[in-house]
T-cell receptor
Framework: KQEVTQIPAALSVPEGENLVLNCSFT??????LQWFRQDPGKGLTSLLL?????REQTSGRLNASLDKSSGRSTLYIAASQPGDSATYLC????????????FGQGTTLQVKP | SQTIHQWPATLVQPVGSPLSLECTVE??????LYWYRQAAGRGLQLLFY??????ISSEVPQNLSASRPQDRQFILSSKKLLLSDSGFYLC???????????FGQGTRLTVV
């Protein structure tokens, strides 16, 4: 059974700092891994999708990496801003065409001005 | 472009009352559809998924049911709500294959 873990659960950094959020999964037989952002009381916004054959994906100040062999993914945020404050969730996709996502508990990020 | 609509945004219901949450997707056909629940302090739990009209798979035994009467419509229901049904319900869709998943804005359900 796939289990996804995110460390740390919460993180507070000063504005401008570069930071890394960690995601680990127990079963390396994933189809892809997706990172989401969730603002309080809102739905999930997709940030980056990494296919199982890929090593990393980049979007603006965000870079996500995937190492299937070690069961790890990281989300790197460069030059953090107060607007980056949110909960970040990673999810591994299992089950082929059914597309089921298994989520971690999330990391709540606070960027202080 | 594809969009996903979910309503209502918030709902307060008494114990024992029925429930109907609706989700629709626009701009795509034959999507995979999902209902997730996010309880306070817990991660997202997959409740139901559907790969086609009338095809519903349940992930966990519970007081809820789901239906897909049309290709792009997914409904979450209950005949009698329990206090433990309170939570944040999220609908999502993805294409077939290893494609990206997209979520609606969620429904905050409080059972009192």
């Amino acid at each position: 059974k796939q289990e996804v873990t995110q460390i740390p659960a919460a993180l507070s950094v000063p504005e401008g700092e570069n930071l890394v959020l960690n995601c680990s999964f127990t079963d390396s037989a994933i189809y892809n891994l997706q990172w989401f952002r969730q603002d309080p009381g809102k739905g999930l916004t997709s940030l980056l999708l990494i296919q199982s054959s890929q090593r990393e994906q980049t979007s603006g100040r965000l870079n996500a990496s995937l190492d299937k062999s070690s069961g790890r993914s990281t989300l790197y945020i460069a030059a953090s801003q107060p607007g980056d404050s949110a909960t970040y969730l990673c999810a591994s996709r299992i089950g082929g065409n059914t597309g089921k996502l298994i989520f971690g508990q999330g990391t709540t990020l606070q960027v202080k001005p | 472009s594809q969009t996903i609509h979910q309503w209502p945004a918030t709902l307060v219901q008494p114990v024992g009352s029925p429930l109907s949450l609706e989700c629709t997707v626009e701009g795509t056909s034959n999507p995979n559809l999902y209902w997730y629940r996010q309880a306070a302090g817990r991660g997202l739990q997959l409740l139901f998924y559907s790969v086609g009209i009338g095809q519903i798979s349940s992930e966990v035994p519970q007081n809820l049911s789901a239906s897909r009467p049309q290709d792009r419509q997914f409904i979450l229901s209950s005949k009698k709500l329990l206090l433990s049904d309170s939570g944040f319900y999220l609908c999502a869709w993805s294409g077939t294959g290893n494609t990206e998943a997209f979520f609606g804005q969620g429904t905050r359900l409080t059972v009192v």
